[in-house]
């Protein structure tokens, strides 16, 4: 009797163990995403989950039944659950349909620390790619080249995916963000001004992409594309997600193969006479480069991850200079080749809570390589060559807490330690170099519906030791402290303010402190400083957003010890070096305004303007003098018949004055016109950049002895050929990217 009873009970629990999976739509057919399925045991709720963006949806675990409800439509049980089913849902027809509401999802949102673009369904019609996204932010520029990324007013820009820093070329992280559909994307967070728990190198600003979070399964994406100026290049790159239980895996893989020509002619006064100069550069490259990065969740609070990553390049680069002073003519040419790579090596862990109780823990560890042979034949000259090696190793630990309450009162804190050493050489000459870093960093935050505020405070401690033979410099050591604050008001939905302050450092770049001298040409010499000072930025901003659309931003930037590239004369030699020049205040006001014209017509207007006021000591003698600069661009996104799309964008900038430095205006026009296909996952684009070739760098020096006038022109007309394809469920549990400890060492290699 005991082992029939037994028998019927096992029978009964295995009845109720149900694999369900199905497609949810209307009666027309059509699915329904973000249906919500309601799995039911006897009559407790076991499981709520919802569609995909295709209407499906799956479960594996005991059920007896399940409910299914849509806005709009009756909801539908079902008793019978299998595999494969479909769930056609009918219109409620009682649902008042009088009275429709409709809100206009923003496209700008700002936060006490940041603006924030939400990926919503008016953002998918402006851009289709995480490049294009960041395009539309305030003050933000993407190069005509899709080689690098600007803000306004910013003398770097540090990229960021889930709150990770990305350290690649500026031409990988383009192709990288190229190669994320919009779709992937939750939001973008732009940080002008970042907060105490950001280490940043001098007036930095900070973009961060937000992806959206994935279940299971495998995505990806391929792009290719090839331009054709003097040179070709040619880029393809690859992205990849898996996603199964508990593990994710993410890998990017890209290979880039170009060269790249610019042509200078320079004219310089000398006493007596003038030195004329024609240049010609050409710099070749391949660049392989892959990353892997790995997440496991040890539990539904803590995840385990690593992210193994290495860049590499092979580098070719030739300099040709004819140079004619007076009656005398000689011909250089120099030959560079040189190899390069990255290696970096990250584990992480991070513990999250319902309650609001967040901490993250990483090792990272990087290594830098690059050798290079410098052969330079002058005319008549001995023959000129060096060897040259860089190695940097770096090591950090960092951690990072925080916890918010449920009165919207929020507590950060972390700390930092990092090791770095660097050595180098030239041919006998040799220059270590020794760094160790030591931060702590505490803010506090507080935001309601009208007001918020944020208080925080950094400090680093900082040793520093070059040793170059006999020569020690520098040997010093300091302690900074770095406040920040920020307060935001909303009187109304329609308008928002925000006000920040906030003090950074720069230090130098590892480059810039090496004592080596190089020759390019008999009359042109170029120097490392290793008495390179560091550089304090004081900031304020002031943002102002209209219906979160229209925006407006006006910051002021005081640097006291401001790095820049000076130049000396030795007689009728030219060195070029880089130096603590004085003070820069730079006033900026950017104005963001996109504008629909039509339905099938798209435009986002930009304008910035503003002021660079230096004061110093230059070698030539004192400079105290300012200039007003401005640029203004726009771009159009035209939907065609066909599902064509036309895009067509212009660019002007005026003079402006850096220093000495006196730059001519520039201007740029580009099109392109593009068709998806495959259900909208594979997309072709053709364009055109600076149509009427108007891009170029005129710069001109008149200041103490120095007097010279240099025109620079590149390959800025390029015809470009782009296909991407995206492939796989749109559904992946992606891996969290990590904001690693080592960022702020890396980009101060300067490679």
Known sequence: MKTIFLSLLLLCSLSTFAQV??????????????????????????????????GHFDYNGTADYLITTYTGFLPDTVKTLKPGMLIRLRPDTKTLKEVSIVSRQP????????????????????????????????????????????????????IMINDKVVKMTPRDLAKMLKAMPSGSIKQVEFLSNPPAKYEVNGNTGIINIKTNGVVKGLTGNVDYSTSQGTNNWTDLS??????????????????????????????????????????????????????????????????????????????????????????????????????????????????SDTLGTDMSIDLDRADFYKNGNITLLTTGQ????????????????????????????????????AGVQTDNTQDANVFHYHENIRAVYTSLSRSNAHWGWQLGLRAEQTEAKGEAGSLVKPDTSYLNLLPSAYLTYTPTGKHHFRLSLSRRIRRPDYSDLQPFTYVLDPLNQQTGNPGLRVQRNDQAELTYTFDDRITLVSSYNHSTDYFSTVYRQSGDILVESPANTGTMNTLNFDLNYPLKIAKWWNM?????????????????????????RYQFSTSQRITLPGKYQLQLSGRYTSASQNL??????????????????????????????????????????????????????????????????????????Q?????????????????
């Not at 490259?285 to 290495?310: K, L, M």
């Not at 022109?713 to 559904?731: C, I, Q």
């Open 21 to 54: 999976s199905g497609k949810v739509t209307d009666e027309k057919g059509q699915p329904l995403p973000g249906a919500v399925i309601k799995i039911y045991h006897t009559v407790k709720p076991v499981k709520v989950t919802i569609t995909d963006n295709e």
């Open 382 to 417: 001995p023959r000129l060559n060096y060897q040259t090696a860089t190695g940097i190793r770096i090591s950090t630990l960092k951690t990072d807490y925080s916890h918010a309450w449920k009165n919207k009162l929020k507590l950060e804190a972390g700390l930092k330690i």
């Open 604 to 628: 986002l207007n930009k304008a910035n303007i503003g002021n660079d006021h230096f004061s110093g000591e230059l070698f030539q003698g004192r400079l105290d003098q300012g200039k007003w």
């Open 735 to 751: 891996t969290r990217e990590r904001n690693r400890g080592d960022e702020d060492e890396k980009g101060r290699s300067g490679s």
């Open 238 to 351: 690859g992205l990849l997600n898996y996603g199964a239980g508990k593990l994710a895996i993410s890998g990017y893989g890209a290979w880039h193969r170009g060269g790249y020509l610019t042509q200078n002619t320079k004219v310089r006064q000398l006493n007596p006479g003038t030195l004329d100069q024609q240049t010609s550069s050409l710099d070749k490259w391949s660049d392989p480069v892959f990353r892997i990065a790995a997440d496991y969740a040890i539990s539904h609070n803590s995840t385990f991850g690593g992210i193994v990553e290495r860049e590499a390049s092979t580098n070719t680069g030739s300099y040709d200079t004819y140079s004619q002073q007076g009656a005398n003519s000689y011909q250089t040419s120099s030959r560079n080749p040189n190899v390069r790579h990255w290696n970096t090596y990250n584990l992480n862990y991070r513990y």
């Open 107 to 158: 496209i700008i949102r700002q936060e006490t620390d940041r603006t924030v673009i939400s990926v919503n369904a008016q953002v998918k019609k402006l851009a289709d790619n995480g490049l294009e996204i960041l395009n539309l932010a305030p003050g933000i520029t993407v190069s005509d080249n899709e080689d690098a990324i600007l803000m306004s007013g910013k003398s770097e820009v540090q």
């Open 660 to 733: 000495i430095y006196s730059q001519q205006s520039t201007a740029n026009a580009s099109a392109s016109i593009g068709r998806k296909f495959f259900n909208d996952q594979a997309s072709l684009r053709i364009g055109i950049s600076d149509i009427f070739k108007t891009q170029r760098n005129y710069t001109s020096v008149n200041f103490g002895s120095l007097q010279y006038t240099d025109l620079g022109t590149f390959e800025s007309r390029r015809v470009s050929l782009n296909f991407s394809w995206r492939f796989g469920n749109n559904k992946v549990r």
